[in-house]
């Protein structure tokens, strides 16, 4: 095995991906933007982004190209395939060789993709937890796995694109604040869930309403969870 | 803190964690909750004031994904070590950590060293979860009084933290990369849905968080339903608080 080194948090790549990315979320057209920035950070040749709602529905939002749009549209209306299967699992399904995949695990679609130039597809669910917004898909003209420098710049538009679609769903606009989200703070997935059974409402408006009290008030979304989650600060307060 | 463990006691104790991590390893197991076991043998064998596991989240941070205790301030201090600190550094550099004593370490970790002395912990020791090259987190030990980890507790540590990157990979033969992506990436967003669960129980039942945790844990046991679904059925209201609180909430 090749050795992947772990990606470093200062590295000087992921800090203008970083940066690039920022950038687009505060455009007109962020989805769009995020899914050609895909194709400009990382050695990809298309990418997809779908919404998710219900059971087995799948919205396409945004493609960069034909065969991206097509790959997509094909596995949702047949069933079955990666992106399909990341959806139902909510786990990434990783292919770096679709000619190469085992025939039983998707029949219908791998017949679909023969002769076509897909070498690999990379399928990302775009989650926070329990809560399931939609699907990124990636796939490379020949098959391959990426280095652990394009890793970490893919998990960053995975990231982004689901911040970029909860902002899309939860019709919130765009601004310097909505595009902090950090994953790994578990005060803000605590107060989230003290806001579900507080307010009653799904997951995603919880995130939501959580995000929106934070940019109203002008504080951080962390500051904000942490006086929840120490009861300082009431869910119903941020009853709108 | 308790006595150390004589060394009968604790061989035997070991033996015993041991053959628990084996059985659990060999079923349909949970991730989440196997790491909670593992971080609990951790304080018990290694006579730890407390113990965490941090995983490489693949973008050059790290994300809590067990604690001894689920208290929010432990959780705090674990997760101030995605920005610095002996865990940072562990899985940047793949070496083990070692500080046994944390006032002179207020210099290199600013934020990390005052929490964590003012938390009531002395010293602290990070060990790395590695898969032949790859650091994929740290196992992370905190002890009340300063000083080194003994050898013997070393080694100890060291086979525990191989058995989380093994129970992290689960049965799967991990060879190629994207393997490894799936599974780091999916254990990660489940931890996040268990703190969800946790946040819907705390308010609903008006319990701490460690509460809220023990009270997932139970129904999960009671039920034999993966600690994570029933975080995913929680947040989604396909199981609601009074379910879990009613019929296997905290002993």
């Known amino acids: ?240 | 803190m308790s006595t150390p463990p004589s060394s009968t006691q604790r061989e035997s104790r070991l033996l015993e964690a041991f053959v628990q991590m084996a059985d659990t390893l060999v079923d349909d197991y949970d991730i989440a909750e196997m790491l909670h076991q593992l971080a609990q043998y951790c304080v018990r064998l290694l006579n730890a004031a407390a113990a965490g596991l941090l995983l490489s989240d693949q973008r050059g941070g790290l994300q809590v994904m067990a604690s001894s205790s689920e208290q929010t301030r432990l959780l705090e201090l674990f997760q101030i070590q995605a920005n610095e600190g002996p865990c940072l550094d562990c899985v940047r550099t793949g070496e083990p950590v070692h500080v046994p004593d944390l006032t002179e370490m207020t210099g290199r970790w600013p934020s990390f060293a005052p929490e964590a002395l003012h938390e009531g912990f002395a010293a602290v020791y990070a060990i790395p979860l590695r898969l032949r090259q790859d650091t994929i987190g740290a196992l992370n030990l905190f002890n009340t009084g300063p000083g080194p980890l003994p050898a013997a507790d070393v080694e100890v540590a060291r086979a525990l933290a191989d058995t989380a990157t093994i129970g992290i990979l689960q049965e799967r033969a991990i060879r190629r990369g994207e393997v490894l992506t799936e599974q780091l990436q999916t254990a990660l967003n489940n931890r996040i849905a268990i703190e969800q669960a946790k946040g819907v129980l705390a308010y609903a039942a008006n319990l701490d968080m460690d509460r809220a945790f023990q009270a997932l844990r139970s129904y999960s046991r009671n039920h034999n339903i993966r600690l994570t679904e029933i975080a995913h059925r929680l947040v989604t209201g396909t199981l609601t608080p009074a379910d879990i609180v009613a019929t296997g909430g905290p002993a």
Not at chain 1, 60 to 70: G, I, K, P, Q, V
């Open chain 1, 1 to 240: 095995m090749a050795r992947q080194p772990m990606a470093d948090p200062w590295d000087e790549r992921l800090a203008k991906a970083r940066a690039a990315l920022l950038h687009a979320l505060h455009g007109t057209d962020p989805l769009g933007a995020v899914c050609r920035s895909c194709v400009r950070l990382v050695p990809v040749a298309g990418a997809s982004v779908s919404m998710t709602g219900g059971r087995a529905q799948a919205e396409m939002l945004c493609s960069t190209d034909d065969l991206s749009a097509r790959i997509e549209a094909l596995q949702f209306t047949l069933g079955e395939g990666p992106t399909v299967d990341a959806f139902t699992a909510g786990r990434p399904v990783l292919v770096p060789d679709v000619p190469g995949a085992p025939a039983q695990a998707w029949p219908m679609f791998a017949q679909a993709m023969t002769g076509q130039a897909v070498g690999a597809i990379f399928a990302f669910p775009l989650q926070y937890g329990a809560i399931s917004i939609g699907m990124l898909s990636l796939y490379r003209e020949r098959p391959g796995w990426l280095s652990g420098g394009d890793l970490a710049i893919a998990l960053e538009i995975v990231d982004v694109a689901a911040l970029a679609l909860l902002n899309h769903r939860t019709g919130v606009l765009n601004g310097e604040q909505l595009a902090f989200l950090p994953r790994g703070r578990e005060q803000i997935h605590q107060a989230t869930g003290m806001l579900i059974a507080a307010l009653g409402i799904p997951a995603d408006q919880a995130l939501a309403r959580l995000r929106g009290h934070a940019f109203a008030t002008g504080r951080l979304i962390d500051e904000v969870a942490h006086d929840i989650v120490n009861r300082h600060l009431h869910p119903r307060d941020l009853d709108q």
